[in-house]
């Protein structure tokens, strides 16, 4: 695949398609892959790298890529295209900019699901048959390819990429998820039980926004949890429930345009399980609206931005909160 | 030197926690280990290291200052420190341990910052030397050696047991109050355990990693390295790398309506946020390039500059494992070191 | 135990003056009378309303007034939108001394003094004008040179006409940017100005002002001769906790807090390019 998708780069490179290549660059480590851009062949050549560890949602970054001089080639996995088109939605991204070339996604795997495992000193990580083959400073060591899955790619939503330019591989389907799973356990515990969960999850919080700034749904110019004058712009808990606040708040902001990539649960460094946050809004639109999925299209509106006659009453939502 | 034998390392916790409170590394549900106060029947972590630091202990995320009461035009000032009580924490590793110097070298230097110093008094640390140092481990490369890994009192595990070993007055002072616990060590054993442990550090990925290329003299030649903007071209802005970082320690001072009064709080701020320098006449590092080589500049030259040559970065490997990009000072030390 | 640094005093507003539209000059002493500290001149301090926030401000007053302390504050934020609605009697908190300082007591003695000044950069700079008055026979020449906006917007306005202007040991030169009525001093920018004045080259320069100034005054008076080893200016602009821990103030390895805010301009030439 890596081979195909360097192939091709340096192909738009040369006839002029594009002047630039988004994709994942190499790291110290087979895991450590970073979002870059590249300009010539000889650095695609060196340093392009697509393996199971390259995760990291391009999408936002191209927000301000396409706003450069020329056109730039995106690698987008099929969740990333759903960021993608939702940011076309909300005019973030200029369409004609970018020349996506869409690529299968995972399963990708996730580092902290080996080492939790207690492997430790991780030198390569190799998939023989769906076996991770792990090359240790202290020996090698086998595990199931499925138990290192991560968090976002075992609840994927779609193999289907809803926006391209072109493909390498095949385009898939949409998925019958169990994504929404966790989320009716939380729906079935008690309140009490539901708070305990979410104070234990949330007090874990150390405040560095990585969710925040990772989001493709948070693109504010100047975020309210920045802005002085909103008087909620603390920068860490300043008592016990503020840190509960910021991502409640957070996730009624991207309400109705998160897509569920998984970038924020992927990203923060204290495991806390965001996105469940995001899927209980998903499931509740579903629900109370009817099946939407931001990102899925640039037309349609936005059940929580639109109103119609059939929409549910507030009366209905408020006693659904009734225990 | 004297030892404990594995199987008595939680009577030893509840000797000491009988006393003073005392805090150990355990393993969180998601294997994440973390700092707790130890309750009886705790199990020590066998994770090589916390996510977040031990720096939490003199330099929490967040903590008061003074409170406020306001009437009228009358303002009265309330001191509403907590008198510390002694703490013990056990099993810092040497990296922490270190980062313990470097936080020291700012807030204990004038004007000492008395929050921090009445921590730093109340602690006792009990370090503990490393035997399976992970692939991002690089402290080898500050001049830290993990199989001593100092603090007030050493502790070195053998594979059944752990040796205990007083480095400080402190740390002789906390010996003699477990000393009935202890028997006679194993030199032999413990010396082969450490050979053992010094072999596996000379086969890290990153044991190559030398700091020759910085420092205070290349200032000027770093800080206008033409790397930084692909370095930094895809960081998000984010405190990742600061607020698990055991040496970062920038730090906002805000103040909260508590409905009762004003409460003004200390809280861990990073330099890489966007807002960070912002302040009423605009803000001096715009960009996030500028953001980014701030941090970097902080640890491999800033730092060194101004103390005696230590760096600011003591190779814990947290940024490496945690940074939501793989973006981390590793990468950043490959980059601008010379060729 | 408020021994801390951080951990502020209550001071008492004992006077304000309505110095430019954007200006105003509040006097402060300690609750119980006199000065909550000392300072020497271009030191700062940390006033606070809580609950508002905490902003660092030059002392314009000099140290060799004994009976309190002056800051001069433009309104450009919050907390200084908020210092500018206080009324005599308000009680605020405050911090410090903080910084450097000009160094009166050594380079500077026995020199002649030229100080440039810009809009409200006149703040710092005033303490050690008065600071040279009050001590005028330690020093040579002494010449300001001062503009502004408009002659409403000349800080201290008053003061310069009442004292500085009518001291015959001082030399005093004001410029407002554009002509205006009742104004028959001289029109222009600063740096134009000080070049056309072509002050003697073996004066020590005190600068202050909006950075922009400050970039044309210093190339100014680099064409007149002048050395960067002759030129003092000050950065508070950039200090926020005050102690040099925050992490803020930096420029390169200095520090504005600790190693600042009072630099010459060679000390500046040798830090990377980030003011």
């Known amino acids: 695949m890596q081979e195909a998708m360097i192939k091709r780069a340096k192909e738009l490179l040369a006839d002029g398609t594009v002047n630039r290549v988004m994709g994942w660059k190499k790291g110290e480590f087979v895991y450590d892959t970073t979002p870059a851009v590249f300009e010539t062949a000889e650095e695609l050549e060196k340093e392009f790298v697509c393996n199971d560890f390259t995760q990291a949602n391009l999408s936002k970054y191209l927000i301000k890529e396409s706003r450069k001089e020329g056109k730039i080639l995106a690698f987008l996995k099929p969740c990333d295209t759903y960021s993608f088109n939702q940011l076309l939605k909300e005019h973030r991204i200029i369409r004609e900019n970018v020349y996506v070339i869409g690529i299968p996604g995972g399963p990708k795997l996730d580092m902290e699901k080996i080492k939790a495992k207690g492997i430790s000193g991780i030198l390569d990580v190799k998939n023989e048959n769906f076996t991770l083959k792990i090359e240790t400073l202290y020996g090698t060591e086998t595990m199931p390819f499925y138990e290192a899955v991560s968090g976002k790619c075992a609840d994927c939503k779609s193999k289907k990429h809803v926006v391209y330019d072109e493909l390498i591989g095949e385009d898939g389907d949409v998925l019958a998820s169990r994504r929404f799973d966790m989320v009716e356990k939380l729906e079935n515990m008690t309140s009490q039980e539901r708070y305990d969960f979410w104070r234990g999850e949330l007090s874990k919080c150390i405040r560095c926004n990585a969710c925040r700034n990772v989001c493709p749904a948070c693109t504010c110019e100047n975020c309210v949890f920045d802005n002085p004058k909103s008087g909620i712009d603390q920068k860490a808990a300043a008592d016990s429930f503020e840190e509960n606040m910021f991502h409640i708040i957070r996730a009624f902001h991207v309400a109705g345009r998160c897509t569920d990539c998984g970038e924020c649960s992927r990203v923060c460094p204290q495991n806390i399980p965001l996105h469940l946050l995001n899927r209980k809004f998903i499931k509740d639109i579903n629900s109370l609206y009817g099946e939407y999925q931001a990102g899925a299209d640039t037309t349609s509106k936005c059940p929580l931005t639109d109103y119609d006659t059939d929409d549910c009453e507030p009366s209905i939502v408020h006693e659904r909160g009734v225990e | 030197m004297f030892r404990i034998s594995a199987e008595k390392l939680n009577d030893l916790f509840d000797r000491i926690a009988s006393k003073q409170t005392l805090y150990i590394p355990v393993d969180r549900e998601d294997k994440a280990a973390e700092y707790k106060k130890y309750e009886s029947g705790m199990t020590l972590s066998s994770a090589l290291n916390t996510v977040r630091s031990a720096k939490d202990f003199f330099f929490p995320q967040t903590e008061n200052l003074a409170e406020f009461r306001l009437s009228g035009k009358t303002i009265e000032v309330k001191d509403i420190r907590s008198e510390h009580e002694d703490f013990v924490i056990f099993g810092v590793r040497a990296c922490d341990a270190r980062s313990f110097g470097i936080l020291d070298s700012v807030f204990l230097s004038e004007p000492v910052d008395t929050f921090y110093k009445n921590r730093r008094d109340h602690g006792t640390i009990v370090t503990m030397a490393c035997t399976r140092p992970e692939e991002t481990c690089f402290c080898t490369t500050f001049g830290i050696n993990p199989t001593m890994p100092g603090g007030d009192v050493s502790v070195f595990p053998d594979g059944t047991g752990y040796s205990f070993l007083a480095n400080t007055e402190k740390g002789k002072e906390f010996m003699a109050e477990i000393s009935d616990m202890l028997e006679e060590g194993n030199p032999a054993q413990l010396a082969k355990v450490q050979e053992n442990t010094r072999n596996i550090l000379k086969r890290l990925p990153l044991a190559n990693l030398k700091t020759d290329s910085f420092g205070g003299e290349r200032l000027m030649k770093h800080f206008s390295s033409e790397k930084w903007a692909e370095l930094s071209e895809s960081c998000i802005g984010c405190g990742t790398c600061t607020f698990v970082c055991p040496t970062c320690q920038c730090y906002d001072i805000r103040d909260f309506d508590t409905g009762n009064g004003i409460k003004r709080f200390r809280c861990w701020d990073s330099c890489m946020y966007s807002d960070f320098t912002k302040m009423a006449h605009g803000n001096s590092r715009n960009s996030q390039l500028e953001r980014f080589r701030q941090r970097f500049m902080h640890k491999l030259v800033y730092h060194p500059s101004n103390h005696e040559g230590e760096f600011g970065c003591v190779g814990c490997g947290r940024c490496l494992s945690k940074c939501p990009i793989s973006m981390n000072i590793v990468k950043v030390m490959k980059a601008l070191e010379d060729k | ?275």
């Open chain 3, 1 to 275: 135990m408020n021994n801390d640094t951080l951990i502020p005093l209550v001071g008492v507003v004992t006077d304000v003056r309505q110095d430019t539209p954007d200006v105003k000059t509040f006097r402060v002493n300690a609750l119980e009378g006199g000065k909550v500290f000392e300072h020497k001149p271009g030191q700062c301090a940390m006033l606070s309303i809580p609950g508002v926030g905490e902003a660092m401000f030059s002392i314009t007053s000099s140290p060799t007034n004994k009976e309190y302390m002056e800051f001069s504050i433009k309104k450009c934020g919050c907390l200084t939108n908020w210092l500018h609605a206080m009324d005599v009697g308000q009680q605020i908190t405050i911090r410090g001394p903080y910084g450097n300082y000009f160094p009166v007591e050594t380079e500077l003695k026995g020199k002649d003094l030229l100080f440039i000044a810009g809009g409200i950069g006149l703040a710092p700079l005033r303490s050690v004008i008065n600071y040279v008055r009050d001590n005028r026979a330690n020093y040579g020449e002494v010449q300001i040179v001062y503009g502004s906006r408009s002659k409403d917007d000349l800080v201290d306005y008053q003061e310069i006409i009442d004292e500085w202007m009518a001291d015959p040991n001082i030399q005093v030169n004001l410029t407002i940017d554009n002509p205006q009525e009742g104004w028959d001093g001289h029109v222009g920018f600063v740096p134009n100005y000080v070049k056309e004045l072509a002050p003697s080259t073996n004066k020590t320069v005190l600068v202050c002002g909006p950075p922009i100034m400050i970039k044309f005054t210093l190339a100014g008076l680099k064409e007149l001769g002048f050395t960067e080893t002759q030129v003092y200016t000050t950065m508070e602009l950039r200090m926020k906790c005050g102690v040099g821990k925050c992490g803020r103030c930096n420029i390169g390895n200095k520090y504005v807090c600790k190693d600042g805010p009072v630099f010459r301009f060679d000390e500046l030439d040798a830090l990377p390019d980030e003011y």
